[in-house]
């Protein structure tokens, strides 16, 4: 569905993302764990278009997206979610609908269909979503991420600053939404995600330094050691 | 001996702190944790003396220090980090380290520089001393809001959410730093944060946090075997094994 | 209450109505763009002559001229979007950039303005409408006031209903509340930035037209005092909610009006000293939450 | 090592400065270019110490150096003697400043409209008529009786030099560690034990006393002036703009700065009347958009110098 080669990305004249090359196949998930926190983001961010490629190619579904601006990615189906990627000052209805039109030209912004997932939202509509916990804004991410109708989601970070209760919900909507037919990316340390990965993509300064299953990746002394430690 | 009594904090409608009364020892670590929402960062800015409370008092050694200010608070030895670190990004990493020891009631030029000194080898940061705190990567942000907090030479010292978004790997020699900066600069030092990983590692009391109130504290042992706490921390698929 | 204290408040409101209009653009490119338009009082200048010299060399009357004023200021701020603005927003510290930057626009504009129509002060007629004063608890009243306090409730109207109502509306609320965020969602940045400037702009060149009614004569350096009263209207509501300066139109017109009823010769020292304290008070203005201290 | 070469940059300044002001009259005999040029460099280096080391853009700056020209300009007309009624023109600042201080827990573009909508306070309250006893309202302060151009310019030097000793304190120091501290990020500068409030006053209060230097300097050399000559946005502007081309938060950003624009300004001014304050504003518009950090940053870039 998603494929990349050799990209290249950063800020400035400094290359965070130094020639990076997978493949994320239709309704699988991947998830992206780095050291020192380098540049699972930017790698995300360059994905959506956010951060404009330094080099390589970006692929989705054989149509060759390199160039294209975050607009073109989202109405392609590929949508990136910030950690924090509500717009707090909106009510929850209101970002559902702004979701629900971002891919589409116009007309339809039914969110019926997205609150059937996500019942507890549904009582809130008209409440400002800044009023909403942080566990409830991954949540209401995740609707949004729903409501767009992408078939890829970019996810950072969609456990931090959870308590565990919380990250459990997350990530019981991310199986539900595989279910549904979603592909993932998802950038995140917690192992309850790497649990259910497909592949796990290790990243080091800039470049993979390990791919393949946790169960087999976890085998491996050296990245139990700097990964996992276990 | 860091004492709080009666501390009530409430931001409109919703109360963040209710009614807290937690002792913090002069050596040791301890560890909070709790549910999003559950009061553990408040009560740090209220201790720090970033927020105000709206009732209670605050005793360190005795005395009160409700009314001072955060800069007078560090020169009786209170210091914290933050969650997303916030080192002064247009002086290099020295400059970061030296104004927490400058300004923390230390006027002996000697001492000062012998602080900054220890604290970035403690840290492993004086390889990077010159360069401009703006530009460094997250990790080295990280250890220069630390070196900094350390560097005033605190009694109790704060530490706010330091594992998130950290590699397994990284989170234990995090918590072997910890303890190694408890152990050699001797102060009190509180963890605040979700990584469970992490308080295990640091084989400190917990103390559990909820709705604005600590409703427990005990060993990680004691905590990871309490249901109660279990279902309303780490959910209920934990509880049922 | 005697009728003296009566009118005053009635003036002041009416007033009041007028500067929210001609403060609501500033705060709603502030909102959402984040940049001060400290050259705001001098599009109001600008829209003033447009106006001035169409009903001067074509006898059109300053309603009609709206037509013209509207459309064209539109795109003097989608101009100024694409020329200086979106320049400015890939600085480093964009507030500061922005007023630097706005200041010399500012500048520019004024002189220019000097250059092109001269110093001498102009007005616009008072008999585009067939009646000009009424009676009103034993004063006289200005119907132009009161038509202008009707132009100035339809163009709120309509820009309130734009923002709160419209899908356009919508795409430029999610900006004002998060950007990177609304970039993620696929939102045309460019677009609504420059929308929100053009909107702004016009709206704020509606309040140029009726300006010589309620801001006195028209000249080219009067923009920068209007633009600090805008900026204080925007503060005392609130600034970055465009909703919120309404309220502190209708604030700063009754105490405009009172003081200059009540004490002419101290009323502009008086009132920007009220404003310094309105400020230091609630920095977040009447009806925004608290702004974090240190 | 570093402290002495930021010490031999500075020796060498002061050299130039001071060779410049005495050997540039005899090569362009205009001394009021010289004369209004070194007023504007004690303004910006003082704007400097507040905007520079502090990030506070007070846009009402002006004041300080209006009120600056009126302490002096009342000193003057009631005999109060000629040092005294300079100091006057400082004191006056001074207390304005002080006055004003409580606009310091604002921040950015709250600071930036309290502080123009004072300025404009002060102004309609300086050039009212009813204080006309005192200020002379409307109708203008004459300063003639004190003219000595050989005098107010060698004082002016002076200042100029006392204000580049102060900003090579303010740069060296621990004091101005501390403001980049507060201004880099003012909550954890407070929790690293720094007194964010009087920090930041002492730095206000120092920047408006200089300012207020300034406009005695300006209203001397002036030796007649309306309330409107002294109380103009334009020296705000002047202050910001100046400051910012050069280098903010820098010594010698701001006294290359006004060298530099200053000249072209006046040059502008002396050949394309007309046109002088449009290009300049053109002018200013293009420098933020294309040199937003100023001279700083393209000589760190080109010549690998740290400007002191």
Redesign the interface.
Known sequence: MLKINDLVCGYGNLNIIKGISFELGANEIKVL??????GKTTLLKCL?G?IPTKGGKITLEGKDISNSS??????AGM????E???????TIR?NL???S???RQRGN?DISSTLEYFPDLKNRLSEKAASL???QRKILMLA?AVA?GSKLLLLD?PS??????????VLDTVKMLKEKGMTFLIAE?N?SFSEISDELILVELGNIASRGKYEELRKNDEI??????? | MLVTKGIWKNFGKLSALKDVNIEFKEKGIIAII????AGKTTLVNVITGALREDSGKINLDGKEINRLPPHARIRMGISRTF?IPRPFSNLTVLENIRIGSLFSGNSNKREIEEDTERIMKLLGIKSIEGKQAGKL???ERRLVDLGRALASRPKYIFID?MG??????????LSKLIKKIQIEEEMSLIYVG?V?KLVKELESPVAVFSEGSPIFQGSFEEVISNDEIIK???????AKN | MDALILYALFVGIIIGLYYAMMAVGLNLVFGVLKIINLAHGDFIMLAAYLAFWLYFLFGISPLLSLLVVVPVFFLVGVLLYYTMVKGLLKKKDIETTSIVAFFGLSIAIESAAALGFGNSYRSLPLNFLPLTYVDFLGFSLSVVLLFVAAISIIVLFLLFYYLNRT?GG??V??M???E?????????VNRIYATTIGLGIAVTAVAGVFSPYLLGAIYPSEGGLITIIAFSVIIIGSLGNPAATVIGGLVYGVIINIMDIYSPGWGNAVTFIILVIIILIRPNGLVGGRVREI | MKFNRNLKSFLILLAVLIVFYAAGPQFYSNGAFFETLAVFMILSLSFNLIYGFTGYLPFGYAAFFAIGAYGFGIGIIRNFGLVQSILMGGLFSLALGLIFSPMLKLRGAYFAIANLAAFEGVYYIISNQSLASITRGPYGISTSSVYNFQQTYWVSIGVLIFVVILTYLFRISNFGLALKAIRDDPLVASLSGINVGLYRSIAWLTSALFAGFSGAMFGWFLSFFYPESVFSINYSLFAIVFTIFGGAGTLIGPILGTGFLYTIYYSVGLFYPLYFTLIFGVLVILLILFLPEGLKKIISKYLKWEML
């Open positions: 764990l780095s050291l020192n926190g380098g959506s956010l975050p607009r073109e990615r989202v109405k949508l990136y979610i910030p924090w990627g509500i717009f707090p000052s909106l209101e609908i702004l979701a039109s971002a891919t912004s916990s942080g566990g949004m767009s970070e931090s600053g959870l308590s565990p209760a919380y990250v459990d919900r340390q192992t139990k050691r700097k990964f996992f430690s276990l | 709790g549910p999003n929402g969650q990567n997250t990790e959410e998130a978004g950290l590699a397994e790997g990284e989170v234990i020699s979700h469970m309303l921390y780490l959910g209920d698929r934990y | 899908k919508l795409s609320r999610a004002m509340s998060d990177e965020t609304a970039r993620a969602f696929g939102l045309n």
